[in-house]
C-alpha cells in the first residue's frame, strides 16, 4: 500500500507525456511518470521530424544537448505515378538560421534526453510499468491507478492520459470509444544506413542539413496514404503509410508497399547500398478534428495521440502531442494554485485553452479532409497522379507535335478520366475542405 | 542477516550491432544489461533476506552509467547500492577487479555491517572467465561455495549454511561456515518483479559512490590496466572433450581398493607419470 500522493500521475512517457509531466513538474508539482517500455523512446518507432517552436516552449535551451538529426533545408512533395514523379520542391539558405525550425530525430534517443529533462524538473519516473487500471471514487472520479506491479494502487489529484494512439486504458476505462479502422493509419518504415557523405552527396546537403520526401501517388495502391523519406545524420528513414480500412477492404499488405515504394525508379538510386537495420511499424491517428474524443472529465485529462491529436494533412502529430501535454499541465497548474479540485468542470480549462490554440484550430480547418480523401481515395491517390505525371511528360517530351495538339491532349485526359463536372466537383470540394 | 550481491553491467550481447560503414562493433548506443548470471544470484540474496530479514547490499564497478545496472537491482527490492567508480579502474582485468570489489566490501562491512554471505553470478557472458568470485572470496578470506544450484539450510545461530552444488556428474552437499561467497548457478531460480513500493524507492534512492580512494583501496598501482597482468594474446574457439568423469561407487570396495585401481587408472592413461610418482616397496 503507497501512503503518499502525488499531485498528477502522467500515463506514458512520450511526446505529449514528457511535455506534461516537464511542465508540471517544473511548476513544483509532486508528479510520478508511468512508462510501460524499458525506458522512455524504447518502445518508440516515429520517423520523425521535430518542430523546435513547440520545444521551445517548454525547453527553450534544447539545442544544447538534445539528440537532433539534421535541420532540414529542403522539402519536396512528390506526386507519384508507377515510373515518375512530378514535385514541388522546396529549399531556403534561410532555413539554415541560428535556430532553425525542424529537424529530423530518432525517437529512441531522442525520448531518452526528453526524460532526463523530465527527471531534472522533479518528476519520478517508473518504467516497465504498465498502468491496467484507473481507480475511481465511489462518485467517479478518477483518484489513481493501478499498475502490473505487486503493491496497490497510486492515488494522485489528476491523471494525465499520455498513452499514445491506441489509448487501451481509457478505451478500457469507458473515457472513450474504440478505435476505428477509419480513424488510423498503419505506417511501416525501415531505417537505410549509409555514410553520412553518401547523404551529403545524394540529397544536396551539407553538415547537419536534411532534406525530406512526401510523396503521393500510385505509390499507396489506390488508398489514401502517403510515403515518406527523412534524412537523419547516417541513415535514411523510409516508409509508407495508409488508412487500416483501406487495407483491410483492398487486403493489400503494408510490407508490400514499403517493398514497391523502395523498389520505385524515383526512390531506388536514394538508398542504393544502403544497408536495412530496422523495421518498423506503427499506428498514426488519422480522424482529425472529428475524431477527437472528449478531453478532460473528473480527474483526469487525456493529450497527444491518445486524444488523436495528429494533423494527419501537414503530417505533424509530435508537435501537437507536446503542445496538448504543455497546455493540459499548464491548465492544471491554474486548477491547482486555485486550490480547485480536479473536478471535470474545473478542467475543461484544458479544452479551452487548447481550442485556442493552433492545436484544434488546425484541425478543424481540415475538419473534412479525411472523409474527403477517404472516399476518394482512387481519384486523388491514383487517377489525378497519371494525369499529373502524364501532363508533366507531356509538356517535357519534344516530339515535334504541335503545343496546341499537346495541350489539348492532356486536357482531353483530365476529361475523359473525371468528366468536367467531375473535375469542377473535385475542386470545390478540395477546396472547401482546404478552406 | 547483511548480504552483499556484486553484480556487472554488460553490453547485451543479443543486441551488439555491427556498423554497417565501418564494421566496427557499436558499443555507443548498444543497451547494456545486467549480467544474467547475476541475476539468479541477486534473486537468491533477495529471497534469504525475505525469509531470514536483513538487508541486500548490491554492489558494482563500472563507469558512472553502470549506476543503471543498480538502480534496476534497486527496482526488484536491493536494499541498498554501492557504485565503485574511478578512471583508475579502467581496464581492469579479473585479478585486479578483484582486489578492488574485495576491498569495497571489505569498506561496506565497515560502512554498513559485516556481511554473512556475499553472493556473485557464475561469470559474466562479456568475460566469460568465472574469476572474480572465488578472487573476492580468497581475498576476503571467505569459504568459497560455487556453481551454487540451491541454498538448503542457514542456520544463523550456529553459524552454518548447507547448499547444494553442482559439479560434473552430480551433485554436491556442502555445508560451510558463514560468513562465505557464493556463486550462483544459471537457471536456479527466477528474478522477481519488483512491487509498486521498490519502483517507486528505488527510483528516488541515492546510489552511494565511491572513488578507490573512498573505498579505501590504497595502492591504486593494483587497480586497472597497471594492476592487470593478464593480456590476450589470441582468441580460439576450444574443441571439446568427448571423455566424461567415471563415477565411483564406494559402497561396494573398500578404500584401499579403491584407490590402488585409480593409480593404476592414471598410469594406464598418463604413463610418464609412473617413474616420477611411483614409490617403492608397497
Keep these: 500500500m503507497i501512503n503518499e500522493e502525488f499531485d498528477a500521475i502522467v500515463i506514458g512517457a512520450g511526446m505529449s507525456g514528457n511535455a506534461a509531466a516537464y511542465t508540471m513538474a517544473s511548476d513544483g508539482l509532486k508528479v510520478l511518470q ?19 517552436n513547440m520545444l521551445e516552449k517548454i525547453i527553450p535551451d534544447f539545442r544544447d544537448d538534445a539528440p537532433l538529426e539534421r535541420h532540414l533545408v529542403e522539402q519536396r512533395l512528390w506526386v507519384m505515378d508507377e515510373t515518375s514523379h512530378t514535385g514541388i520542391h522546396y529549399r531556403s539558405e534561410d532555413f539554415n538560421e541560428v ?55 497510486i492515488y494522485a489529484d489528476v491523471v494525465v492520459l499520455a498513452e499514445g494512439v491506441c489509448g487501451l486504458l481509457g478505451t478500457r476505462g469507458g473515457l472513450r470509444k474504440m478505435l476505428t479502422p477509419e480513424a ?41 496514404g502517403l510515403g515518406f523519406l527523412y534524412t537523419n545524420k547516417e541513415s535514411i528513414s523510409l516508409g509508407i503509410g495508409c ?58 485529462v487525456v493529450v497527444g495521440d ?90 517535357m517530351r519534344v516530339d515535334g507535335t504541335p503545343k496546341i495538339e499537346k495541350e489539348r491532349a492532356t486536357t482531353a485526359a483530365f476529361i475523359k478520366a473525371r468528366s468536367r463536372l467531375g473535375l469542377v466537383r473535385d475542386a470545390i470540394r478540395l477546396a472547401l475542405a482546404w478552406r | ?60 564497478m563500472g563507469p558512472p552509467m553502470a549506476e543503471d545496472s543498480l538502480r534496476k537491482a534497486l527496482g526488484y527490492g536491493a536494499d541498498r547500492a554501492v557504485l565503485l567508480t574511478d578512471r583508475y579502474f579502467a581496464g581492469s582485468d579479473t585479478l585486479a577487479t578483484s582486489l578492488a570489489l574485495s576491498q569495497a566490501i571489505a569498506k561496506i562491512g565497515e560502512t554498513f555491517g559485516t556481511p554473512d554471505v556475499v553472493f556473485t553470478g557464475k561469470q559474466t557472458i562479456d568475460g566469460d572467465t568465472a574469476q572474480v568470485g572465488p578472487g573476492i572470496a580468497k581475498r576476503l578470506d571467505l569459504s568459497q561455495l560455487t556453481y551454487v544450484a540451491r541454498i538448503a539450510t542457514i542456520d544463523l545461530a550456529a553459524r552454518e549454511i548447507t547448499v547444494e552444488r553442482r559439479c560434473e556428474g552430480g551433485t554436491q552437499t556442502l555445508k560451510s561456515k558463514l560468513p562465505c561467497l557464493i556463486t550462483m548457478l544459471e537457471g ?4 522477481r518483479r519488483g512491487s509498486i513500493e521498490d519502483a517507486l524507492s528505488a527510483a528516488r534512492r541515492q546510489v552511494v559512490k565511491w572513488s578507490a580512494a573512498e573505498a579505501g583501496i590504497e595502492d591504486l598501482t593494483k587497480c586497472g590496466l597497471r594492476g592487470s597482468p593478464t593480456v590476450v ?25 579403491l584407490a590402488d585401481e585409480l593409480i593404476v587408472a592414471i598410469f594406464t592413461r598418463q604413463p610418464a607419470l609412473e617413474p616420477e610418482l611411483a614409490f617403492d616397496g608397497a
Design chain 1, 243 to 300: 488508412l487500416v480500412s483501406d487495407f483491410t477492404a483492398k487486403m493489400e499488405s503494408p510490407y508490400a508497399l514499403l517493398d514497391a515504394l523502395k523498389n520505385h525508379p524515383s526512390i531506388r538510386p536514394l538508398i542504393a547500398g544502403s544497408e536495412v537495420k530496422e523495421y518498423a511499424a506503427h499506428l498514426i491517428p488519422e480522424g482529425g478534428y472529428k475524431a477527437i474524443p472528449q478531453l478532460f472529465g473528473d480527474g483526469w
Design chain 1, 306 to 395: 491518445a486524444a488523436q491529436l495528429n494533423n494527419a494533412i501537414h503530417r505533424e502529430g509530435s508537435n501537437l502531442a507536446m503542445t496538448s501535454g504543455r497546455i493540459a499541465a499548464e491548465a492544471i497548474i491554474q486548477v491547482k494554485r486555485r486550490n480547485d479540485p480536479m473536478t471535470k468542470r474545473n478542467l475543461a480549462l484544458y479544452k479551452t485553452m487548447l481550442d485556442e490554440s493552433f492545436v484544434v484550430k488546425d484541425l478543424r480547418k481540415y475538419k473534412d479532409m479525411p472523409a474527403l480523401l477517404h472516399n476518394n481515395a482512387g481519384n486523388f491517390f491514383t487517377t489525378y497522379p497519371r494525369l499529373m505525371s502524364q501532363a508533366a511528360q507531356n509538356f
Design chain 2, 188 to 191: 536456479t531460480n527466477e528474478m
Design chain 1, 34 to 52: 508511468l512508462e510501460r517500455g524499458e525506458y522512455p523512446g524504447s518502445k518508440n518507432v516515429q520517423g520523425a521530424i521535430m518542430y523546435a
Design chain 2, 1 to 60: 542477516m547483511h548480504i552483499v550481491v556484486s553484480i556487472k553491467q554488460v553490453p547485451d550481447s543479443a543486441q551488439i550491432r555491427v556498423h554497417p560503414v565501418t564494421n566496427t562493433i557499436m558499443r555507443q548506443g548498444v543497451p547494456t544489461i545486467i549480467n544474467p548470471y547475476d541475476l539468479f544470484a541477486l534473486e537468491e540474496a533477495l529471497r534469504l533476506r525475505d525469509a531470514y530479514g536483513g538487508e541486500v547490499t548490491v554492489l558494482t
Design chain 2, 233 to 257: 594474446r589470441r582468441v580460439f574457439a576450444p574443441t571439446a572433450r568427448s571423455e566424461k568423469a567415471a563415477q565411483i561407487d564406494t559402497a561396494e570396495k573398500t578404500l584401499r581398493d
Design chain 1, 184 to 224: 488510423v493509419a498503419l505506417a511501416v518504415k525501415e531505417m537505410h544506413f549509409l555514410p553520412e557523405e553518401v547523404i551529403e552527396q545524394r540529397f544536396g546537403v551539407k553538415g547537419s542539413e536534411g532534406c525530406v520526401i512526401e510523396a503521393v501517388g500510385t505509390i499507396s495502391h489506390d488508398m489514401a
Design chain 1, 99 to 153: 535556430s532553425p525550425n525542424r529537424y529530423t530525430i530518432i525517437r529512441a534517443q531522442f525520448d531518452k534526453w526528453f526524460s532526463r529533462r523530465v527527471r531534472q524538473a522533479g518528476a519520478t519516473l517508473l518504467c516497465e510499468t504498465t498502468v491496467t487500471e484507473l481507480v475511481r471514487d465511489d462518485k467517479g472520479k478518477v483518484i489513481g491507478v493501478r499498475t502490473d506491479r505487486a503493491g496497490g494502487a
